[in-house]
């Protein structure tokens, strides 16, 4: 069973508040529930959930169903430990599926059964693409990290759909959001590659995965394997975050102790050990990777430079540390967001070229 351990809410307000605001919220309702806030577990006034379940529904009950739906991410956010977190991720979804007739694109929800450590798990996931889209075009596999998961970054993938013309299939990474197997680096894996043969029959057979944080990890992973035809990796940790001895910030500890199943604070020692079978080092060592993209912020505070830089001089690799910003470039994503975009839409045309 997931667990809750000590955890700051105005710390977090403080890390995630460009988060909240660029994905979709406006910034005087985000201040409000800030200002409310005293405590991250209690589900009463005061208490995180409540406060941002009140925003919710306060969008809900106008018919501003989008920003409801985002505002209950924010009330399950960081892990769904407790039942009340339960409750704000089935509202979230509830309000995201009243929205989608307002996406702009088309939208289609579907479970696969997907290969998960000698056996099958249940993925939901979420197919987004322009209503006019040509069937003979590439598929751009997406996900969030380990705390904001495939609703909580959709106005990011209706981006991505409409200004590559390209099917998004938009899923949550083992041990987070509707998964329900915990999160290991080839248990993971398994899922992903899946995923891609599934993505692989929506289009032309292009394939490009985009990863955001933990999402990141697996996203470098296929492109480091050559699974897909190209990656980008958005803040995603790939070595030194697995052994670097810095003290997790802002509750990461907790968030990936839960993802990783532990139904209790882990140890220092189980975390040490959980986080080494995650090591890309085996593949980062090989020369099979197709293009990639590598993009984090300078100042990120989750994962060192060096998994960003280890990329330098890698073949078809671009790689972009971005100054005076922090953990996936997040108070640039404006800036940022539009860069990926040209990359993916680049390299996927001169891919499918190719083919023909």
Known sequence: MPYQWPLDASELFGERYPQMINTGLPAGDVDAVRAAVTEMWADAPGGWVHEWSKLAATYADAGAHERAALAYGWAKFPTLADESKRVALAKQLEQYRLAAPGFGVRFERYVLELPYRGDTTSVPVHLLAPFDLAADRPVVLASGGVDSWKMDVHGLMVLLATRLRSRVLVFDIAGTGESTVPMTGAGGAEMVTGLIEHARSLGNGVVAHMGISMGGYFSARSGLGGEVDAAVVL????????????????????????????DAPPTPEQLVAGRAEFSLRPLLDQDRNNPMLVVNGAD???????DTLVFRGRRDTVVDLVPDTGHCAVSKLPEVFPTIIGWLDRTLTAITETDR
């Open 235 to 262: 803040g995603g940790p790939v070595e030194a975050a697995f052994t670097d001895a810095r003290k997790d910030a802002f509750g990461m500890d907790g968030i990936l102790g839960n993802a990783m199943g532990f």
């Open 300 to 306: 990120d505070v989750h994962v060192p430079q060096h």
